[in-house]
């Protein structure tokens, strides 16, 4: 049995303090909830998460992740210090890396490995355009983007990660794909897993539903058989409604 889990991506928002403020009101609200909570702050605000969210149920984990260890990558941050931080998650490939920052399946392959290295859980994000979707792509992409990002791991390490499937066209735009759309996706993306790394270790993989996530159409994504959570954007900024996202989902 996947355990759920509902990861919120903050992207550029929020301060040290405001990280704390949030976080501080986030655990009174989701305190008794059976699923597995994840905040994503911004790299500045990642030591105030964690010290806000000790003793709690809720995991804290980065945005992003440079692919060495070390070295003169001048910006970057690497698996190491976010380990020591007290990091457990890292977002890796979200199309906004892909789009702005020249993000590539080679780079993400890169990434997930350091996170491993670093015993981080990588959120691996994979999803189509809107283009890529009306020429009838959406499965290609995820087969190109699973097969090339997620190369060359073992099956155990594909047991411990999560990939979440995030339509291009429905992040930050208020549109989502229904639910039958999205287990579609979700589906062939654990069949690809299934044929690269064995059966036993796609059933244990969790795969997450993201793009204009919200308390109305949780339960929809959460009633799939292969769904098992979510990537939250927006509803992850406002506590009451990234709770009631986190409650709806430990109901199903």
Request: net charge negative; with cysteine; charged share 25%.
């Amino acid at each position: 049995m996947r355990r759920p889990i509902i990861a919120g991506n903050w992207k550029m928002h929020k301060t040290s303090a405001e990280a704390r403020r949030l976080i501080t009101d986030l655990k009174q609200l989701v305190g008794g909830a059976q699923v597995e909570v994840v905040v994503c702050p911004p790299f500045t605000a990642l030591a105030a998460a964690v010290a806000a969210a000790a003793g709690s149920n809720i995991s804290v984990g980065a945005q992003d992740i440079f692919w060495e260890d070390e070295g003169a990558y001048t910006g970057e941050i690497s698996g190491p210090m976010l380990k020591e931080l007290g990091c457990r998650y890292c977002i890796i490939g979200h199309s906004e890396r892909r789009q702005y920052f020249g993000e590539t399946n080679a780079t993400v392959k890169k990434k997930v490995q350091a996170a491993f290295r670093s015993e981080l859980t990588p959120i691996v994000c994979v999803g189509e355009t809107l283009a890529e979707r009306e020429a009838g792509q959406t499965l290609e992409v995820c087969r190109r983007q699973v097969e090339e990002g997620l190369g060359d791991l073992t099956p155990e390490q594909v047991a411990r990660l999560v990939v979440a499937y995030e339509p291009v066209w429905a992040i930050g735009t208020g549109k989502n794909a229904t639910g039958e759309d999205a287990q579609e996706a979700i589906g062939y993306i654990r069949e690809r897993l299934a044929a690269m790394y064995g059966r036993e270790a796609a059933d244990k993989c969790r795969i997450q539903y993201g793009g204009s996530v919200k308390p109305e159409n949780i339960a929809e994504f959460m009633a799939r058989p292969d769904i098992d959570g979510a990537l939250v954007g927006g509803a992850s900024l406002d506590p009451i409604s990234f709770a009631a996202i986190v409650n709806t989902a430990a109901e199903d």
